[in-house]
């Protein structure tokens, strides 16, 4: 990495961001503005519009307007595709510029940034752009005298609500398969991770993408978010994000045009493993990554470690070894493995996390706020021992550097405990045995089941929940169903 090109980046002014609406920069409409506090040290970097009830239906009405008159949609297959070939490529271009900004907004550490953001957001782009001109109807086999055609047609117009935690990637997880379905998206960035999607909605229109097929709107949740689940011009609402707000999307739906809406609600996911594992060096290392890495801010984190007794005090040892080793600071520091905490709000909820268990009297290693003298969000990675299946950490997500362990004794205690929360993101296996492997993978209710691994995986595989994680599937060409529509033409011959 070019580290150089990193100091000059990072020591550069952030210019005040705008809404991308109708392919225009626009102020807010009251021209009220956000800071935007950096987690890497406090203080502003710059602020993006605090964007009102008639921004969000401006860009609506754009993208309402876009679809229907096929600027997008009508355009040859062929030719979407090289637009967003195009923006593929002029996002690998900036890449550096990106994921810089996006650490500086966000905190994550660079060396994912880079990978995780815009590396993987141009990827998704150009997956799903080769995608387009590949994608058939069907013929169904009908009885002598009929033909019926099944074709795909785009929904229309998209609402996309992001997270902050890997605003490009889980951005283009949506917009890369709704862009090349052919609709038309209004996105709203997290109020704390909105500067790199508004670059990317820029680099959009660089690479020749109409006016009003990409808007991307910030301000808060309450406001935007909410305005476009109450619109009546939204015909699909795609969410990454909380379970509380995942609810209120559903109401609003309900409220409003019934869109069907697609929810990924994060999970408190069980990393199992067996006294049996090959080698217990090799998973507390990849055990350690799976929960700290980007300070636990990662929807499919393994949060909950659940361990074969015999093996419980030395792998829990192995784990806090390797913790240990991984430096938490500076994330634009080429060596730092785990960078800031996204903002003080969520700081001081992984510590009144901690709190608890303390004060239920469970054992901590770590648990505390560090660096404070840069003014800065850092935790230290924390390990809670001898955590109960009750225990509020044991069941909701922290989303914090904050690992809830247990010991088992069977194999269908470890399923039973595996599986009693409310959540269904993922899961992993670590075991010698391959039939139990693959018992544990039909046993478990989750999205994904790692095996001998935490994490990992790449776009051709769907990500979804399952339970209260959430419904519908980003990644590989199954993301297409929540774009498409199925229509049919009977026809008597
Ligand atoms: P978190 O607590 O991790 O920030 P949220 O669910 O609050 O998770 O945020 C995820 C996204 O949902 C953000 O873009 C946020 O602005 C948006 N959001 C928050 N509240 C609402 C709401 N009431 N309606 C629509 N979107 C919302």
């Known amino acids: 990495m070019d580290l150089d090109r990193i100091n000059e980046l990072r020591a550069q002014p952030v210019a005040p961001a705008f809404h991308i609406i109708d392919g225009a920069r626009s102020a807010a409409s009251d021209g009220a503005t956000m800071q935007v506090v950096s987690p890497l040290d406090g203080r502003v970097l710059t602020t993006v519009p605090k964007g009102t009830k008639a921004d969000a239906e401006a860009a609506v009405a754009a993208a309402r307007t876009a679809f229907d008159d096929g600027r997008w949609s009508d355009r040859a297959p062929a030719e979407r595709k090289a637009v967003m070939l195009r923006w593929a490529a002029l996002i690998e271009e900036n890449a550096l510029e990106l994921a810089v900004l996006g650490v500086r907004d966000n905190g994550t550490e ?15 782009i150009r997956y799903y752009a080769e995608a387009i001109d590949k994608l058939y109807g069907e013929i169904a086999p009908t009885g002598h005298g009929n033909l019926g055609l099944v074709h795909r047609e785009p929904v229309g117009v998209v609402g996309a609500i992001v997270p ?11 917009l890369g398969p709704a862009l090349a379905a052919g609709c038309t998206v209004v996105l709203k960035p997290a109020e704390t991770a909105s ?4 670059r990317l909605a820029e680099l959009a229109l660089e690479a020749g993408m109409p006016a009003g097929v990409l808007n991307v709107v910030t301000g808060e949740g309450a406001v935007i978010g909410a305005a476009i689940a109450e619109s009546m011009e939204v015909d699909v609402l795609v969410f990454t994000g909380s379970g509380p707000t995942g609810r209120r999307l559903l109401e609003a739906s309900a409220r409003s045009n019934l869109k069907r809406v697609y929810l990924e609600l994060g999970g408190k996911s069980p990393n199992i493993v067996f006294a049996d594992t090959a080698d217990l060096d090799e998973a507390a290392k990849v055990s350690a990554n799976g929960i700290f890495r ?26 806090a070894a390797h913790a240990r080793t991984m430096k938490v600071g500076d994330p634009l520091d080429v060596a730092t493995a785990a960078g800031a905490v996204n903002s003080l709000r969520q700081l001081e909820q992984n510590l009144g ?13 770590g648990g505390n706020r560090i660096l404070e003298e840069t003014g800065g969000y850092f935790m230290e990675p924390t390990i809670v021992t001898g955590v109960s299946p009750q225990d509020r950490l044991a069941q909701e997500e922290v989303f914090g550097p904050v690992l809830a362990v247990m010991p088992f004794d069977t194999e269908d205690e470890a399923v039973a405990l595996a599986n009693g929360t409310d959540f269904g993101l993922a899961a992993a296996v670590w075991t010698a045995d391959l039939s139990r492997a693959h018992r544990m993978v039909r046993r478990i ?41 199925l229509k049919t033409a009977w026809f008597k011959l």
């Open 445 to 485: 209710r989750a999205g994904i089941v790692h095996v001998n691994t935490y994490g990992g995986s790449d776009l051709t595989v769907p990500l979804g929940g399952v339970k209260q994680s959430g419904n519908g599937h980003d990644k590989s060409l199954h993301a297409f169903d929540k774009y498409l529509d």
């Open 110 to 124: 660079i060396g994912m940034a880079v990978k995780a953001e815009p590396l993987s957001a141009a990827a998704t």
């Open 195 to 198: 500067l790199t999607l508004l």
């Open 353 to 365: 996390f901690v709190e608890e268990a303390r004060a239920a009297g469970r054992e901590i290693m």
């Open 164 to 174: 902050w935690n890997f605003p490009l990637m889980i951005g283009a997880w949506k």
């Open 294 to 319: 980007n300070s636990g801010q990662v929807c499919v984190a393994g949060s909950r470690l659940l361990v074969e007794r015999a093996v419980h005090d030395v792998f829990v040892e192995k784990l």
